[in-house]
């Protein structure tokens, strides 16, 4: 069993197996999902030698419909292949945020650590610059509070980071985790000039006094010691720097080689450098928030997480009031503030999309609202409406005048029931009811009446054998003009 458990299940019957690995490592979801119906124990699948699994080729290549397929078919969100890497380190490493979504929704484990350099998926999202992801992995550390930002970047007691119920701590601790050497997911992302995930990672509590150390392991070309902003003058890019700085790194801070950031840059050959790491004067005195700090990002995958955030076309009832944005799902979240309401897909969709900058009046991390533009925090949950009572069939058809020759042989309990209403009556009550049941359509007799018998006579011939209909010219007349008057009057009532 433990030869098995090492090479993964490639001994036996494998050939179902690497079909479901091609279907995921190519998005054929029908492959995959054809598979999982006949074998749902294929998703704990994994490959010889690497150990990886149709989960963690479908995270390399972005397809997430196949990854949300994988998780309910029971494999386990946070499995490893042979590096130690779980799925959601390698949708960070390649930029795939649905990807990232999705594991998030499912709860995925984002203080797993690789084998190799000991790094979180928070690394290899800096590493390769995907602020977005970032961003996404801190969905359950940063608050929809209004003035979360300023709170941290005024911060300087340790102890008191808390905004309401949140602790801050627990964010702090994840943001600035240390991989093998020391190193951050800030140092990473200035030494590769990533300057969205640096600001981001700056608003949300990265330390720019953080240092590496030498743990025999890694191979620091700049040397133990070293500060992101050391690291950041080796990466040579002048838009990092002068975040750092104003941010408070120390320009003569130096390592354990005796090195400041300036002589890492002139070693490097960084020289366009030596104006912003010699004088300070040249550097912004204020830097904006990042457009990427969402503070609804929480509120919305909460939601998103106890109700869901798929719909498919037999889940919408057509009496529901749609979604504005995708008119599609029924309303299930609504912004605080304007109180606007939108489908809880929509609302994930646009807080882990927007990329603003905060120019906006209203608190840094607030996105506009699609329908007023007015600042949105947060997201609450509201009560999904019950599906409209549909109205009697009667109601919504055009009935038969009760003085028409064509029934006037019917009983008077069925004649009482055909009275015929104004035009005020049919329009404001039939057209409005059809509308609403777009299943039910609109039946026309034969034989129409416009009106009370007194002002609107029938205006086609009675087809009863037997029956005649005598009228002057003028009555012809006037019975021409009134049908398309009457039909202007309904349909001028149907639009108001």
């Given at each position: 069993m433990?030869?098995f458990?090492?090479?993964?299940?490639?001994f036996?019957c494998s050939?179902?197996?690497?079909?479901?690995?091609?279907?995921?490592?190519d998005g054929?979801?029908?492959?995959?999902?054809?598979?999982l119906?006949?074998?749902?124990?294929?998703?704990r699948?994994?490959?010889?030698?690497?150990?990886n699994?149709?989960?963690?080729f479908?995270?390399?290549?972005?397809?997430?419909g196949i990854v949300s397929?994988?998780?309910?078919?029971g494999?386990?969100?946070?499995l490893?292949?042979?590096h130690?890497?779980?799925?959601?380190?390698?949708a960070?490493q390649?930029?795939?945020?649905?990807?990232?979504?999705?594991?998030m929704?499912?709860?995925a484990?984002?203080h797993k650590t690789?084998y190799?350099?000991?790094?979180?998926?928070?690394?290899?999202?800096?590493?390769?610059g995907?602020a977005?992801?970032i961003?996404?992995?801190?969905?359950?550390?940063?608050?929809?509070a209004?003035?979360?930002?300023d709170?941290?970047?005024?911060?300087?007691?340790k102890d008191?980071?808390?905004?309401?119920d949140?602790d801050?701590?627990n964010?702090?601790?994840?943001?600035?985790?240390?991989a093998?050497?020391?190193?951050?997911?800030?140092?990473m992302a200035a030494?590769?000039g990533?300057?969205?995930c640096?600001?981001?990672?700056?608003d949300?509590?990265?330390?720019v006094?953080e240092?590496?150390?030498?743990?025999?392991?890694?191979?620091?070309?700049i040397?133990a010691g070293?500060?992101p902003?050391?690291?950041a003058?080796?990466?040579?890019?002048a838009v990092?720097?002068?975040?750092?700085?104003?941010?408070?790194?120390c320009?003569?801070a130096?390592?354990?080689s005796?090195?400041?950031?300036?002589?890492?840059?002139?070693?490097w050959?960084?020289?366009w450098?030596e104006?912003?790491?010699?004088?300070?004067?040249?550097?912004?005195?204020?830097?904006s928030?990042?457009?990427y700090?969402?503070?609804?990002l929480?509120?919305?995958?909460?939601i998103?997480?106890?109700r869901?955030?798929?719909?498919?076309?037999g889940?919408v009832?057509p009496?529901?009031?749609?979604?504005?944005?995708?008119?599609?799902?029924s309303?299930?979240?609504?912004?605080e503030?304007?109180?606007?309401?939108l489908c809880?897909?929509c609302a994930?969709?646009?807080?882990?999309t927007?990329?603003?900058?905060?120019?906006?009046p209203g608190?840094p991390?607030?996105?506009p609202?699609?329908?007023?533009?007015t600042?949105?925090?947060?997201?609450?949950?509201?009560?999904?409406a019950?599906?409209?009572r549909?109205l009697?069939?009667?109601?919504?058809?055009?009935?038969?005048c009760a003085t028409?020759?064509?029934?006037s042989?019917?009983?008077?309990?069925m004649?009482?029931?055909h009275?015929?209403?104004s035009?005020?009556?049919?329009?404001?009550?039939?057209?409005?009811s059809?509308?609403?049941?777009?299943?039910m359509?609109?039946?026309?007799n034969p034989v129409?009446?416009?009106?009370v018998?007194?002002?609107s006579?029938?205006i086609s011939?009675?087809?009863?054998?037997?029956?005649?209909l005598?009228?002057?010219t003028?009555?012809?007349?006037n019975?021409r003009r009134?049908?398309p008057?009457a039909?202007n009057?309904?349909t001028?009532?149907?639009?108001?």
């Open positions: 433990g030869l458990s090492i090479v993964g299940n490639s036996g050939a179902s197996g690497e079909r479901l690995v091609s279907a995921a490592r054929d979801f029908q492959e995959a999902k054809a598979l119906e006949y074998n749902p124990r294929l998703a699948y994994s490959t010889f030698g690497g150990r699994s149709p989960l963690h479908a995270a390399a290549r972005g397809h997430h397929l994988l998780i309910e078919s494999v386990d969100i946070n490893r292949n042979y130690g890497q779980t799925a959601l380190m390698q960070c390649y930029g795939h945020w649905e990807v990232v979504q999705t594991l929704i499912f709860q484990n984002i690789d190799l350099n000991g790094g979180t998926a928070i690394h290899f999202a800096a590493l390769n995907h977005r992801c961003r996404l992995l801190l969905t359950d550390y940063v608050p929809g209004a003035k979360f930002w709170f941290m970047q005024n911060v300087s007691v008191e980071l808390c905004i309401g949140h801050l701590r964010l702090i601790d994840v943001v600035n985790h240390k093998d050497g020391g190193i951050t997911a800030l140092h030494l590769n990533h300057v969205e640096i600001q981001l990672l700056l949300v509590g990265a330390s006094s240092v590496t150390v030498e743990d025999g392991t890694t191979i620091d070309l040397g070293s500060t902003l050391h690291y003058a080796c990466g040579g890019n990092c720097c002068q975040i750092l700085i104003a941010r408070g790194a320009i003569t130096k390592n354990s005796g090195l400041t950031p300036f002589m890492v840059a002139q070693i050959h960084r020289n450098l104006e912003i790491l010699c004088s300070p004067s040249q550097v912004p005195a204020q830097i928030p990042s457009p700090l969402c503070l609804p929480m509120s919305i995958m909460s998103a997480r106890e869901g955030w798929r719909t498919t076309g889940d009832s009496c529901m009031d749609p979604c504005a944005v995708c008119l599609e799902a309303c299930t979240v609504a912004a503030g304007c109180h606007h309401e809880t897909r994930l969709y646009l807080c882990t927007n990329n603003t900058p905060s120019v906006a608190p991390g607030a996105i609202c699609p329908l007023c533009r600042p949105v925090v947060s997201f609450t949950m509201i009560a999904i019950s599906p409209v549909s009697p069939k009667r109601s919504l058809s055009l009935t038969l028409c020759p064509s029934v042989s019917d009983p008077p309990s004649a009482s029931a009275l015929c209403r035009e005020s009556q049919c329009s404001s009550s039939s057209l409005r059809s509308s609403c049941h777009p299943s359509v609109l039946n026309l129409f009446c416009m009106g018998p007194e002002t006579p029938c011939r009675c087809s009863r054998p037997g029956a005649s005598r009228r002057t003028s009555q012809l007349d019975g009134s049908w008057f039909f009057q309904i001028a009532a149907a639009s108001s």
